[in-house]
């Protein structure tokens, strides 16, 4: 029994027909069958690229929109590791203008006064000290004291008048140094009251002095010391017997040169 001939489909033979040679009497090139055959490719193509254009139309846009709401981990490098010096950015506060100090070691000598000082621009200061003394003591009979024992008083007001340079840029800090202009006016008194001695002498003082030393200023708070040397000329001549309160009268009452020391406790503004 022999098996049925299966023939390939006319479109198939007609495109081998074209390949092979003429089609019904046709030349390859002018034969419908040929041109058919020839298209076939062109119109595979052009589906193929409208299919990738509206591919692209259609899914590019949603592509982008998740790619830009997806968040890349930051990719370290060389130069993103290297680490920047630190800079401190707070700028510096105002200087301070004016400051009020006292020197605690006066008490120790009975003189009570304070420091106010004034900076018209940064680096130079005006400073103004009053005082107020008052020394009284016993003493044995010497010098004008004429009786047994008296009572020796010394009290009157001065003031200094100076000038001082600060090397610290937060107004009264650094090293600091300066002369001053230094006038008193005192009354030193000898008396015994059950005697009924009594005696009084009123004399002035004129002098300078020149002091330098180290302030810290922080935030508006003052520490410092000084040291220093003065030279006073008293209108009248004292005559103490150097024993006694007339040790600290002489100190800082007394004529010539004397030392200078100082504890500066104070607040800026």
Request: hydrophobic share 35%; glycine share 12%.
């Amino acid at each position: 029994m022999n098996a049925a001939r299966m023939d390939p489909p006319s479109s198939a033979k007609s495109c081998r027909v074209c390949k092979d040679g003429p089609c019904g009497g046709e030349s390859a090139a002018t034969s419908p069958v040929a041109t058919s055959c020839r298209r076939r490719p062109r119109q595979l193509l052009a589906i193929i690229t409208l299919a990738g254009v509206a591919r692209c139309i259609f899914w590019a846009p949603n592509a982008l929109a998740q790619q830009s709401g997806r968040t890349e981990p930051p990719v370290a490098t060389e130069a993103s590791q290297t680490v920047a010096p630190v800079q401190n950015t707070t700028p510096l506060s105002a200087p301070s203008r004016s400051a009020l100090t006292g020197n605690p070691l006066n008490v120790i000598i009975r003189r009570f006064g304070f420091n106010f000082e004034y900076q018209p621009v940064l680096h130079q200061g005006l400073i103004v000290t009053p005082y107020y003394d008052y020394l009284s003591g016993s003493l044995a009979a010497e010098g004008d004291c004429q009786v047994n024992t008296c009572t020796r008083t010394l009290e009157g007001a001065g003031a200094e008048l100076g000038y001082r340079f600060y090397s610290g840029v937060h107004g009264f800090d650094g090293f600091f140094a300066g002369p001053s202009l230094l006038i008193a006016r005192r009354k030193l008194v000898s008396e015994n009251t059950s005697a009924g001695y009594h005696n009084s002498m009123v004399f002035n003082s004129v002098g300078g002095a020149f002091d330098g030393g180290w302030q810290h200023q922080q935030g508006h708070f003052i520490v410092g010391l000084g040291i220093g040397v003065q030279y006073t000329e008293d209108s009248k001549k004292l005559q103490l017997s150097g024993q006694g309160v007339d040790v600290l009268i002489d100190w800082y009452a007394g004529g010539g040169w004397r030392p200078r020391f100082a504890i500066n406790l104070g607040y800026a503004f």
